[in-house]
């Protein structure tokens, strides 16, 4: 029978070997590259290209037929509202002004006069007239006694009937014509009417006359200039091309596979190519409702927060940076640790747990080109392997590699991203 002692040397000695063996295998477990969870910053961002265009343009031209007097502007001048930009010659419409305002001038004295002398006489042809119907109404009225007694014949009787009917008649000529002479009056009428088409016809010809000098709408600067002094023009034509002055916007063509993530208020960069060191901060100011359908893009507009520098040009090309995503404190990794697609936002990566491999279900929050963050599945100090060809289950030795979140996420903002996306992108 063995005794205690044989017993517990037997037993160290099983130990002893356990721990050798333990030993030989893990230092036969293969070393693969592994990324310990640490908190960082994250900032995704959304790069492209946009083009410089002021809240509108007009272009100007005549709405008459004519020759060109005068050019007053040349192209990049800056004109206020009201300027003078061309002139016609305007000598025809001169002469249709003074002649509609002297027929004007004559209508109103006419209607002067029928107010003044016009209704003076009127009054004073009815006063003579009722005069004459008393005097005739008196003659009439002695006369019918003295043919009854035999000393006015019959004809003297009608003769003073036929007297006081013209008078009546004459009295009925004059009531009308005062009547007419009143403010209410048909003549009166007819006069304030000529009076108003006199004074439409002076109006027109002033207005063809002031659209021979063609102005500027509002405050604006000159982009394009396409006529000279002598030519020809014709409605419908444009002769200047205006930037009207207003918030400079940028306006760029974006995929629409970026669309969820702009947002109209969200920061933005603009950087010229020819003045690399001289950034502006911008903000979305509108994304379109529609898509092109042919470019499969979609337009978005972005204000810039301080007034533009003297450099900037109608149509200059723009590289733009919107800042489309922010973490301060987000346990970040790189999308080459996960393994296997995206579904509904969460994911599978391999994690080290007591020397072997074991896969975990993580719930991915922000994500760049090449990084994400992790909301739930792992905790701050995990190590996550980056072997594509370890299995769930393998025995493995983590070792640590340097990856810097804080680096990924300025390597998202960088030239090659801009570039990648800027050709996906078109303009």
Aim: overall charge positive; cysteine-free.
């Amino acid at each position: 029978m063995m005794s205690r002692r044989m017993r517990w040397g037997l037993a160290g000695a099983m130990l002893l070997a356990a721990l050798l063996g333990g030993a030989f295998l893990a230092q036969r477990a293969p070393q693969v590259d592994a990324l310990v969870v640490r908190q960082a910053p994250l900032v995704r961002t959304l790069q492209f290209s946009a083009r410089v265009a002021t809240l509108s343009r007009v272009d100007i031209g005549s709405t008459l037929t004519g020759r060109v007097a005068r050019v007053l502007v040349a192209e990049g001048a800056r004109v206020r509202a009201a300027d003078a930009l061309v002139r016609l010659e305007d000598d025809e419409w001169r002469a249709a002004l003074a002649q509609a305002v002297a027929a004007e001038t004559q209508a109103q004295a006419r209607l002067a006069g029928l107010r003044g002398t016009g209704r003076t006489a009127a009054q004073a042809a009815l006063a003579q007239a009722d005069a004459a119907v008393r005097a005739a109404q008196a003659h009439w009225a002695r006369t019918e006694p003295l043919v009854a007694q035999g000393f006015y014949s019959a004809a003297q009787r009608d003769e003073a009937r036929r007297a006081l009917d013209v008078a009546l008649a004459q009295q009925a000529a004059a009531r009308a014509q005062w009547l007419a002479n009143a403010d209410t009056g048909v003549d009166m009428a007819q006069a304030q009417a000529q009076a108003q088409a006199a004074r439409a016809a002076t109006e027109a010809a002033r207005a063809r006359l002031e659209q021979a000098t063609l102005r500027a709408p509002a405050d604006a600067r000159v982009l394009a200039r396409t006529v000279e002094p002598g030519q020809i023009v014709q409605p419908g034509k444009a002769l200047l091309t205006l930037a009207l002055a207003g918030p400079t916007q940028l306006v760029a063509q974006v995929d629409e596979r970026f669309l969820e993530q702009l947002a109209t208020g969200q920061k933005a960069v603009a950087v010229a190519d020819a003045y690399a060191g001289q950034r502006m901060a911008a903000r979305v100011l509108s994304i379109a409702p529609g898509v092109d359908a042919q470019r499969g893009a979609i337009e978005v507009k972005l204000a810039l927060e301080q007034a533009p520098p003297a450099f900037l040009r109608e149509d200059m090309t723009l590289s733009v940076e919107v800042e489309t995503g922010r973490s301060e404190r987000a346990a970040v990794l790189p999308l080459s640790a996960l393994r296997g697609p995206v579904r509904d936002g969460t994911a599978e990566l391999l994690v080290a747990r007591d020397g072997r491999a074991q896969t975990r279900s993580v719930r991915m929050g922000l994500r760049t080109l090449d990084a994400f963050e992790v909301l739930d599945g792992l905790a701050e100090g995990d190590t996550v392997l980056r072997a594509p060809a370890v299995q769930p289950g393998d025995r493995v030795r983590p070792r640590a590699v340097a990856w810097d979140a804080a680096s990924a996420a300025r390597a998202a903002q960088g030239a090659d991203v801009g570039a990648a996306l800027t050709g996906a992108m078109g303009r």
